[in-house]
C-alpha cells in the first residue's frame, strides 16, 4: 500500500461533518409519506430518531439503520474502524444489540488503489468482530469521492426501545463522551492536528458504544440518543422538541477534547458547525462563536447524550462506575415555550 496517501485529501467534508443539514434534511423528507398503515412500524423518520424499528411479535422487534461518509482520519484501517463503530452505535442508542452488517463502499479507482480500499473494510471488520456480528456482505461502485459504512440490523426487546422523544419534564441530561471530534478531525485535514489530540479522538470514535444496551434498562431512562452529525445542540433540541420541552446545558459542564480550544483558536471549525447553526439557531437561546463552535461542532461516533429521571440518577452513576463507561452530567430538561429548544446557561 502507498504510504504517502493521505485520505482527507479526497474528503469533500470530514466524517459525519459530511452530512446534509438538518434543514435541508427537513426539505428533503417533506410529504415524504407513505398512504399504507404500517402498524408493527414502531419507529420510522417520523421522529427523527437513531434508526427504523419493526415489531416481528414474541416480544422481539428488529432494528434497521445505515450510515456511511466520506474520510474522516488519513489512515484507511482507521477510517473503517470509525466508520463502522460510528454505524454500529445506532443500535445501542436505540437500546438494541447489533447482530449483523453489510458495507457500503464507493470508491475511486482511478484515483485510490483497491489495496486501500481493502484496508478500510478490514478495519471495519474489526470492530464487528469486536461487537461480535459478521460483516456479512455489501455493496460496492466506483465513485468519484470515496465513501465508506455500515448497514446494521439489530434485536431489541419490543417493550424496551429507548427513543430520542420520550423524555419528560425534570430529567437530568448525561454525555457518555467529550465534544470536539469535528475540530480534530478538520484540524487533520487541515494538516496542523498534534498527534496527542489525534490519538485521544481516534479512541473515542473507535469505542463501540455498547453501554445503551444497559442504559436502556433503566426504567427512568425516557429518551437516549446519540451525538454524531448535528452536533451536541442538534440532538439535544430533537430530543427536546420532540418531547415538548426545553434542554438547559450548562456551559462549563460541556466535556471538550483536550484540544478543542486549540483548534477553535486556529479556525480549525468544520463547515457542519456552521450549516448546523444555520438550520437549528433559531431554535436556541444567544450564544457566542466560541460556544457556538463548541454545540454546533459535528460528532462523529459520539456519545449517548442520556434524559433520566431524577429517581434514577443513582442507579445510571452506579452503572457508569461498574460499568467503566465515563459520564458527564451536562444540563436538565424544563418546561418550554415552543419557540427555544435548547439554551445554555
Known sequence: MEQNIRLTQFSPGAGCGCK????????????????LDFKDLLVGNDSKDDAAVYDIGDGRAVISTTDFFTPIVDNPYDF????????????????G?????????????DKLPAAVASEVVNGARSVCDDAGIPLAGGHSINISDPIFGLAVTGLVPAGMVKRNNGAEEGCK???????????????EKFGVVRESDREE???????????????????GV??????TGFGLAGHAIEMAEGSGLKAVVYKDRIPKIGGADYYIDKECM????????????????????????IICDPQTSGGLLIAVAPASETELRDMSGNMGFPLYEIGFLEKGDGRIFFELR
Open 97 to 109: 444489540s447489533p447482530m449483523m452488517a453489510i458495507a457500503i463502499l464507493g470508491w475511486p479507482l
Open 173 to 187: 441530561l448525561f454525555l457518555t463522551k467529550p465534544i470536539g471530534i469535528g475540530l480534530v478531525s478538520s484540524a
Open 222 to 227: 425516557k429518551a437516549l440518543t446519540d451525538v
Open 201 to 219: 479522538a481516534l479512541a473515542l470514535m473507535t469505542t463501540l458504544n455498547r453501554a445503551g444496551v444497559s442504559i436502556s434498562g433503566i426504567d
Open 270 to 293: 468544520p463547515g457542519g458547525t456552521f450549516r448546523n447553526f444555520a438550520s437549528y439557531g433559531s431554535k436556541m437561546s444567544l450564544v457566542t462563536e466560541r460556544e457556538k463552535a
Open 80 to 95: 473503517g474502524r470509525i466508520a463502522a463503530t460510528n454505524a454500529i452505535s445506532d443500535i445501542y442508542a436505540m437500546g
Open 20 to 35: 446534509i443539514a438538518p434543514k435541508d434534511l427537513e426539505e428533503i423528507l417533506r410529504g415524504s409519506r407513505s398512504a
